[in-house]
């Protein structure tokens, strides 16, 4: 005790040097990110901190004088580097992460609500030394609540200044301007013994009360809702009839924009078309590179509203609830609870859902859960889910208004992903992965209303990531599909579709296929999805924009043309268990530093997808 107390009164007596870098560090859920983007007003950049797959979010935020760099560090709940996430804030905090120079100061983000339990990060982050100020967010909540807190004597008892601000409402903010202009090293002070979790607990519970620290009613709404939503019984089918709201959403509203977009690009390529010259450069511009990348840009609107939905339960605190209904199953093969938010990340995408699996801190439990992330249903199977379903299943009613074949089709391959999952994830720990089960803890956040803010900027970036991915990896693998298909040249001219390259291409790799009841066409497409899964969609559209039998159709006709109705129920199968990624298994090589388990995997999965789409289609054969 004494010789930690020693150490803070030492760094106290420091020299005054212009703040450039500022830390932000703070439990989960106590709103940091939304303090980041405020202070920041977005002017971030997200990257990997050297060596490792956590994310590293940097912003500027600008002062009357001079510009603050401010590094946003990942959430957590001590200093004790038994995660990744904790081994990575305290590095910064030393000064001892490659590239990243050791901050002048600390902005220590608690939640006012849970101030009791938040405290006793504050002890080890004092302890450093640095001048830091701790902010009290969702101070508004405090007050609406009836709790309270004396700021005043709060710092007094932690030798460092303390304000009390709300980052949603933007309120109290200016004292973090005040207190970067004129930061000053932490006042002496008796804290406990930083490296003990229970002593840190005892003493943050001893500084609230000296505080007369008043904790805030919890709503008797978020009580009632939890009867419900974490019943043993109701709790389960409540989840599911939000989920199978959610999709027939996606496809009652969704599927109507979707088309609306199609007439909207179809149209514009028409207008186009006469001020093109014919032969090679209309063909590119549009066989080649419009129909390609406007036939996956149709399924945007469907991806937003999936998204939408998501961050509406993910703001409301629903999901944080769903997490513990979903730790009863996962128990049952072996899963912490913990691996809930990586697999439910990966409905986004299976790349930051990996990265996000830092957080469990049993390794092979971690392992477990990288290995089957990617059975998840991302986004990008979602173009091609809806193509097929659109094409291939009429709609009608199964549940009255509430829930119709095809919505019911899309929910079946999302619980045919989580099946798979689940069950490679019982393999995994009954066998090579087998570890010691770990309690999960989790907080729950309150019920609130979602900020169209929040939500538009969610909405905002999955669009913006879904059109960069259209206008970039789409388009090439367009461009390279539309190129083999008019190779080799004829007298000058561009070959049939049947004698081109990328025919001779598909034909020579379709008796592998045939058995799944696919033609040269798909082959081609689940050639290139394996760059991306979604680049399936812009490649058919690049071939039936080439072929003169589909040329003036839209793709769900071409398709009902070349596939029998086993053979597209085959596709289906086919992806929904396929690893068709390369980014995937480039983040899966680089989180277990070798190839071993991403080639597993790509062999496993691959295997999966082939058994099953051939049972499809062989099956459904017989029956028609």
């Not at 508004?140 to 700021?151: E, H, N, Q």
């Not at 062999?603 to 289609?617: C, D, Q, R, S």
Request: charged share 15%.
């Amino acid at each position: 005790m004494n010789q930690l107390l020693q150490t803070v009164r030492s760094s106290a007596a420091g020299s005054q040097q212009p703040i450039r870098t500022v830390a932000l560090i703070g439990p989960p859920n106590s709103g940091k990110t939304t303090l980041f983007n405020r202070l920041t007003n977005l002017r971030q950049k997200v990257g990997n901190y050297p060596g490792i797959t956590v994310e590293q979010h940097t912003g500027v935020m600008a002062l009357p004088n001079r510009e603050i760099s401010i590094v946003d560090l990942p959430g957590v709940y001590s200093l004790n580097p038994c995660s990744e996430d904790e081994r990575v804030a305290v590095s910064v905090l030393n000064g001892k992460m490659d590239g990243i120079p050791r901050p002048e100061a600390i902005l220590l983000v608690l939640d006012a609500t849970n101030l009791t339990r938040h405290l006793s990060l504050a002890a080890p982050v004092i302890a450093l030394g640095l001048p830091t100020l701790a902010l009290l967010n969702m101070g508004d909540l405090l007050a609406k609540r009836g709790g309270a807190i004396d700021a005043v004597k709060l710092a007094g008892d932690l030798g460092i200044p303390v304000a009390i601000v709300s980052a949603t409402m933007g309120t109290g903010l200016d004292a973090v301007g005040r207190f970067l202009q004129q930061a000053n090293s932490p006042s002496p002070t008796t804290l406990p013994i930083v490296q003990d979790v229970r002593d840190c607990r005892k003493w943050a519970a001893r500084v609230a009360h000296k505080s007369d620290y008043r904790p805030p009613l919890p709503p008797a709404w978020t009580r009632r809702f939890d009867d419900i939503f974490l019943h043993r019984f109701w709790g389960p089918i409540v989840f599911m009839i939000v989920v199978g709201a959610v999709f027939q959403t996606v496809f009652g509203l969704g599927q109507p924009l979707s088309n609306a977009l199609q007439d909207l690009l179809t149209a514009m390529g028409q207008k186009a078309a006469p001020f093109i010259a014919n032969g090679f450069l209309r063909s590119l511009l549009l066989d080649g590179i419009w129909k390609g990348v406007s036939s996956v840009l149709v399924f945007l609107p469907q991806i937003l509203v999936l998204f939408l939905f998501i961050g509406l339960l993910e703001d409301s605190g629903y999901l944080a609830r769903a997490a513990l209904i979903a730790d009863r199953t996962m128990s049952l093969v072996g899963l912490n609870g913990k691996a809930f938010i990586p697999l439910l990340s990966a409905y986004a995408c299976a790349v930051p859902a990996i990265m996000a699996s830092r957080t469990i801190e049993n390794k092979r439990d971690r392992l477990a859960t990288i290995l089957i992330a990617p059975f998840m249903t991302c986004s990008a199977r979602l173009p091609i889910y809806t193509l097929l379903i659109a094409a291939f299943i009429p709609e009608h009613p199964v549940v009255g208004i509430f829930l119709g074949s095809r919505a019911l089709a899309m929910l079946l391959l999302y619980v045919l992903g989580f099946a798979a999952a689940i069950g490679t994830a019982k393999i995994l720990k009954s066998s090579v992965l087998k570890s010691t089960p770990a309690p999960f803890v989790l907080e729950l956040p309150e019920y609130r209303w979602p900020t169209f803010r929040t939500v538009g900027l969610r909405l905002m970036d999955r669009g913006r990531v879904f059109v960069q991915q259209a206008g970039t990896v789409i388009l090439v693998v367009s461009l390279l599909v539309w190129g083999l298909t008019n190779l080799p040249l004829h007298h000058g001219h561009p070959p049939a579709l049947e004698d081109s390259v990328v025919a001779h291409l598909g034909h020579f790799i379709e008796p592998a296929i045939r058995p799944l009841g696919f033609n040269w066409k798909i082959g081609v497409g689940l050639l290139t999805s394996v760059v991306a899964r979604e680049v399936i969609v812009g490649t058919l559209g690049t071939l039936y924009g080439r072929d003169p039998q589909t040329q003036s159709v839209s793709l769900q006709a071409a398709l009902q043309h070349d596939l029998t109705f086993s053979g597209a129920m085959a596709l289906l199968m086919f992806f929904a268990f396929a690893m068709q990624c390369t980014s995937t298994l480039a983040v899966v090589r680089r989180e277990t530093n070798s190839w071993k388990w991403p080639i597993i995997q790509f062999i496993y999965m691959t295997g999966i997808a082939f058994l099953a789409a051939y049972m499809v289609n062989q099956t459904m054969a017989l029956l028609h």
